[in-house]
């Protein structure tokens, strides 16, 4: 199967600063990419969707402002939280697309304090 | 919306049993169906993949069927190993979204 990394693994944040995740394919090029939520004891849910060189989709609920996507380049994906609060703990794990799966990176548990 | 339901929630065998895990979907007009394993704090593990056209898929001790008709998909553990233990996701993809289930979280005692 694919190869997904992100980075950092796990970040500990103060309210109100901003954290960057990054999300890498090592062995294939990806135009679609995701990125998702998960609450503690909860499933996945879908944040936004994006494609190499435009602008995010983001789903309903998901604050694209507060949520920054950039989709840089075909293996890298960046997403921002900005002026993060202690409800935005939580884990964020990330997804490429290659027809007909979808591969996921190991996941980025944030704690903001 | 589709919605994806995973029943039980939980479960706990000992070892050598075989596993049955349900998942139920509202929408049929799926594109695929993938299992997946999660362990705490980890990723995702792509089991198995299921087209909407396939009826089953095998790997190993993992058998995965699919009833689009009925919005079914079960997966089956053969005699179940200590190191099954995790918990184990359904998605359903439709068009370019991939809905999840909540998951069913297996214990195999040894």
């Known amino acids: 199967g694919a190869v997904v990394s992100q980075h950092p693994s796990w970040v500990i944040c103060k309210s109100g600063t901003s954290v960057k995740i990054e999300c890498r394919s090592l062995d294939f090029q990806a135009t679609t990419m995701f990125w998702y939520r998960q609450f503690p004891k909860q499933s996945l849910m879908l944040m936004a969707t994006?494609?190499?060189?435009?602008?995010?989709?983001?789903e309903q609920g998901v604050e694209k402002d507060k949520f920054l996507i950039n989709h840089a380049s075909l293996t890298l994906s960046t997403l921002t939280v900005t002026s993060a609060h202690p409800e935005d703990s939580s884990f964020y794990i990330c997804s490429f697309y290659r027809e007909p799966e979808q591969y996921f990176g190991p996941g980025t548990r944030l704690t903001v304090t | 919306k589709q919605e994806v339901t995973q029943i039980p929630a939980a479960l706990s065998v000992p070892e050598g049993e075989n596993l049955v895990l349900n998942c139920s979907f509202t929408?049929?007009?799926?594109?695929?169906l993938q299992w997946f394993r999660q362990d705490p704090g980890k990723g995702l593990t792509s089991l198995l993949l299921?087209?909407?056209?396939?009826r089953e898929q095998t790997s190993g001790r993992l058998n995965a069927s699919l009833d689009k008709s009925s919005g079914r998909s079960t997966l089956y553990i053969a005699a179940s190993q200590p190191g099954d233990s995790a918990t184990y996701l359904c998605a359903v993809k439709n068009d370019y979204k991939l809905s999840f289930g909540a998951g069913t979280t297996v214990t195999v005692r040894a």
């Open positions: 929408d049929s007009a799926i594109y695929n």
């Open positions: 299921i087209q909407s056209s396939q």
């Open positions: 994006s494609n190499e060189g435009s602008k995010a989709t983001y």
